[in-house]
């Protein structure tokens, strides 16, 4: 009995089997039928690009950079008289030759939503550094924009521009005395574009404030923020500009001042950038002319303490840069760059024997020269010449030799 | 009440007839999309045709129309690949990134030719997918004309029967005309010529005209004294009956070639734009085949 019972179960199990064999073949020939049909309709097939696994493979750039300098000062003991120190890599290159940050770019769309992209630098001391690592959506509607991650942050014209594609090989004396450099936060950015043809641009990040002005404070929430706006557009076929205004505001704790002294209180910055391009009918690729500047204005107020004894600190400085680079022949430029730093007015119970540095009264200036030749967009020679009187007193005359090259895909021209 | 019942109706009928903003990457694609489109399109020319199409720079301008755009149309083939990309990331605006349907490119709807087998920076600016350069043969025109009004009839659905009535129209048209520029231009079959880029492979191409030099030493690498001379020995040897050159290319290598070799330097508008004449699509043919017609008589 109970071996008919599974007889009759084994049967229906083969049977069915069979049925469904015949029914995949049938399906099979309509299938192949149909093929045959459209292959007869469709036009000769384009070839696949055969790719592979590769195919989804990211772009991946690289920059490579060095440099060999000559400066009548010892980059060394680098310091910008008048200012609390920044932090930054802000020292001019070291003398003799020297290997520059090699720069490796690896970026791709995630999916429809998310975009992705990775800025490693291999510094000349064998060390990795992640300078950007950052998602960011294409488009979230209605011209909003979000970021997040580490990425430079989109205060002042320069700031998020790599350093590669500088027109001279070292930053503004502002750049390097109110932000180290540049402002490369750990952080969220929100930006929305107005629907306007005029390019109107707001945005706002909060970050950790891993840097200077900030201090790492190691809270819940943000221990940086930003805001920008800027505004752009065309005058005529030849023209193109922007301007722009951005506030930075930090809350530094024990932040390092001069030697043994250190600052905790209230850091906020003002930024107003400007930037024009000019080239004749707009054909940028013979001659063209650009134009630059930015005026910095920062304001701390709040404790120092030196040797354990406490006493108030406050302070309002800026800074200006303002720069030109003109091509006057295909892959040939000069440019010329002033940049100044005001002492302004700095106030605090110490004395200046307990604070040298930031209490020198001091106006830092420095003129620089370059002249590159760019064999491809993705070659770039240049020598630059500057007159540093970053030091109070002393006036360190630079010389440099740099190389930039990219290798691999192609890099976009931001503007 | 019926007055505010009024205003929004209006309202309404004013967004359901709202232009389809179009933001072209180069003038052919401008001029191409107002044929198509009519009065139902607002059109925005990111490039003039007196500028290097390599080389245009996302300015702020840019990004302020990408982000208005509900269609981009670009050439593709990496063509552009200098500033579309960053006015796709810094627009904001989802609709035109690759891949939707309000990116579109013309080489999807053509094939290429100087497709390279390998390629190499060594080799210069050249580009992976072929010649990009695709708009100076008028059949391609046909075959993008076609595949741009049926992206745009699918975009704006409710308009869909004005733009394939208008391109039924204008390939009409396009037909004809290039039926007479094929037999005005016969006598330009088997020319050798010098050309300054590879832009006009396509137009050369088309003609049965034959390039024997380019100005460039290498795709996008700027004519050499040394490269220039060698040209001039070469033409010596095999003579070419033109130096031809776009209206953005530097007039300075092409003239010094042209006058050493006795020979005309023609300028040829490249684009809608590039000279007076070539006010539209029609124009830029007319006056390209005449401007060659007058230079190797």
Redesign the interface.
């Known amino acids: 009995m109970q071996c008919n019972w599974l007889c009759a179960v084994a049967l229906a199990t083969v049977c069915s089997a069979a049925t469904a064999q015949q029914d995949a073949q049938s399906e099979i020939e309509q299938l192949k039928r149909r093929v045959e049909e459209l292959e007869k309709r469709a036009p000769a097939p ?1 070839p696949a690009p055969a790719r592979g696994s590769s195919a989804f493979n990211p772009d991946i750039s690289l920059v490579l950079q060095g440099t060999a300098a000559r400066s009548s000062e010892n980059p060394d003991d680098y310091q910008v008289s008048g200012f609390a120190p920044s932090g930054g890599e802000v020292a001019p290159p070291r003398r003799g030759f020297s290997l520059g940050e090699s720069e490796l770019i690896v970026s791709s769309n995630i999916d ?1 939503y998310f ?1 992705g992209q990775l800025v490693a630098s291999l510094t000349p001391d064998n060390s990795v550094e992640v300078e950007e690592a950052f998602f ?1 959506t ?8 979000l970021k997040g991650g580490r990425f430079l942050s989109n205060i002042g014209y320069q700031n998020p521009i790599h350093q590669h594609a500088w027109d001279f090989q070292d930053a503004p004396l502002p750049y390097k005395a109110f932000l180290g450099g540049r402002l490369d936060d750990d952080a969220v950015q929100v ?3 107005a ?7 707001l945005g706002a990040e909060a970050g950790r404030g891993r840097s200077f002005p900030a201090t790492d404070p190691n809270r819940n929430g943000a221990g940086l923020w930003t805001l920008f706006g ?5 005058i005529g ?1 030849s023209t ?3 301007t722009g205004l951005s506030y930075l505001h930090a809350e530094p704790t024990d932040r390092p001042m001069d030697v043994g002294a250190t600052f905790s209180g209230r850091s906020s910055l003002w930024i107003a950038d400007f930037i024009a ?1 000019w080239a004749p ?6 001659t063209n002319v650009k134009a630059q500047g930015e005026y910095f204005r920062r304001s701390e107020d709040g404790d120092l303490t030196f040797a354990a004894t406490p006493g108030a600190y406050s302070s309002r400085q800026s800074g200006w840069y303002a720069q030109t680079v003109y091509q006057f022949m ?2 040939w430029r000069v440019g010329y760059r002033y940049d100044r730093l005001d002492h302004g007015s700095v106030s605090s119970s110490l004395t200046s024997a307990q604070l040298p540095l930031v209490l020198a009264d001091y106006n830092p200036s420095r003129h620089t020269l370059m002249a590159d030749w760019s ?4 070659s770039r020679i240049r020598l630059q010449l500057a007159e540093d009187k970053s030091r109070a007193g002393v006036t360190d005359r630079q010389v440099l030799v740099q190389y930039i090259f990219s ?1 691999g895909a ?6 | 009440m019926r007055l505010l019942l009024a205003v929004l109706l209006a309202a309404v009928g004013l967004q359901a007839h709202a232009a389809l903003n179009i933001l072209a990457c180069t003038p052919e694609w401008g001029a191409l999309a107002k044929e198509l489109g009519g009065d139902k399109v607002n059109v925005y020319t990111a490039a003039t045709a007196l500028q290097d199409p390599h080389r245009i720079e996302a300015r702020p301008s840019l990004i302020a129309r990408a982000r208005n755009a509900d269609l981009m149309v670009c050439t593709g083939a990496q063509l552009e690949i200098g500033w579309v990309p960053l006015l796709q990331s810094q627009s904001g605006n989802s609709k035109i990134q690759t891949g939707q349907p309000g990116y579109f490119e013309a080489a999807s709807a053509v094939s290429l030719i100087e497709k390279p087998t390998s390629v190499d920076r060594s080799m210069g600016d050249v580009h992976p997918d072929g010649n990009p350069h695709l708009h100076l043969d008028p059949r391609n025109i046909a075959a993008v004309a076609a595949a741009l009004a049926e992206r745009m009839a699918s975009l704006d659905s409710t308009q869909a029967s004005y733009y394939r009535s208008r391109s039924q129209d204008f390939l009409a048209r396009w037909k004809d005309a290039t039926a007479r520029w094929e037999k005005q231009a016969a006598p330009l079959k088997g020319m050798p010529v010098v050309v300054y880029h590879k832009d006009l492979s396509y137009l050369l191409n088309w003609l049965g005209m034959r390039e024997v030099g380019a100005l460039e030493p290498k795709p996008g690498i700027p004519p050499s004294t040394a490269h220039l001379s060698e040209l001039l020995e070469q033409l010596k040897k095999t003579p070419a009956k033109a130096v031809l050159r776009s209206a953005y290319n530097d007039p300075r290598p092409a003239d010094w070639l042209a006058e050493r070799a006795r020979v005309p330097s023609v300028m040829l508008p490249y684009t809608v734009g590039g000279t007076e004449r070539a006010k539209d699509l029609f124009g830029l043919y007319d006056d390209t085949i005449d401007r060659l017609l007058a230079g190797v008589k």
Request: charged share 20%; net charge neutral.
């Open positions: 384009t429809p975009r960011q294409p488009g979230l509607g209605h011209g909003f924009m930006k929305w574009l629907p306007t043809d005029l390019l109107v641009e800027h505004v752009g557009g065309d076929e193109a500009w922007r391009k009918n707009g054909n940028s690729s013979i295909p892959r064999p491809t967009e993705f290798l192609h890099g976009a021209h931001t503007f």
